[in-house]
C-alpha cells in the first residue's frame, strides 16, 4: 500500500484548504482511510476518517462542522476539505490506512498499518 498526501499551505485563520491522498498498491474495499495530526510536541491525533466502501465518516470533537473527509472510489484518493480554519490546526497532516473491514473506526494513530508522507499545514491569525 502507497500512499500520497499532498495540498498543505499557509492560510490564514478562515481560509479554507483541500488535502488530498491518493492511494495505491491493492483494492481498499476493506479499509478504513483516515487522517491524522501532529502538531509540534504533541501527539499525532485523529481528524476525521472514512470506511471505504461504505462511505462511513467519522471526526474528531475538533474539528466536526469544519472539516469534511470523502473518497473517489475511481480515483482512489481520499480528500480532506477544510473550512474556517484556526491557528490551532496547525500541524503536519498525514493520510493512513488500516484494513478492518467494512464500517467502523479506530481512533488511535497505532491501529493504522499504511502511512504517507506529511503535508504541513499552517494557519496564521
Known amino acids: 500500500v502507497q500512499l500520497q498526501a499532498f495540498g498543505g499551505g499557509l492560510v490564514q485563520a478562515g481560509d479554507s484548504l483541500r488535502l488530498s491522498c491518493s492511494a495505491s498498491?491493492?483494492?481498499?474495499?476493506?479499509?478504513?482511510m483516515g487522517w491524522f495530526r501532529q502538531a509540534p510536541g504533541k501527539e499525532r491525533e485523529f481528524v476525521a476518517a472514512?470506511?471505504?466502501?461504505?462511505?462511513?465518516?467519522y471526526y474528531a470533537d475538533s474539528v466536526k462542522g469544519r472539516f469534511t473527509i470523502s473518497r473517489d472510489i475511481a480515483k482512489n484518493t481520499v480528500y480532506l476539505e477544510m473550512n474556517s480554519l484556526k491557528p490551532e490546526d496547525t500541524a503536519v497532516y498525514y493520510c493512513?490506512?488500516?484494513?478492518?473491514?467494512?464500517?467502523?473506526?479506530?481512533?488511535?494513530?497505532?491501529?493504522?498499518?499504511?502511512w504517507g508522507q506529511g503535508t504541513q499545514v499552517t494557519v496564521s491569525s
Open positions: 472514512v470506511n471505504w466502501r461504505a462511505g462511513n465518516t
Open positions: 493512513a490506512a488500516e484494513e478492518n473491514g467494512y464500517s467502523g473506526v479506530r481512533y488511535s494513530y497505532s491501529d493504522y498499518a499504511y
Open positions: 498498491g491493492r483494492s481498499f474495499s476493506r479499509y478504513t
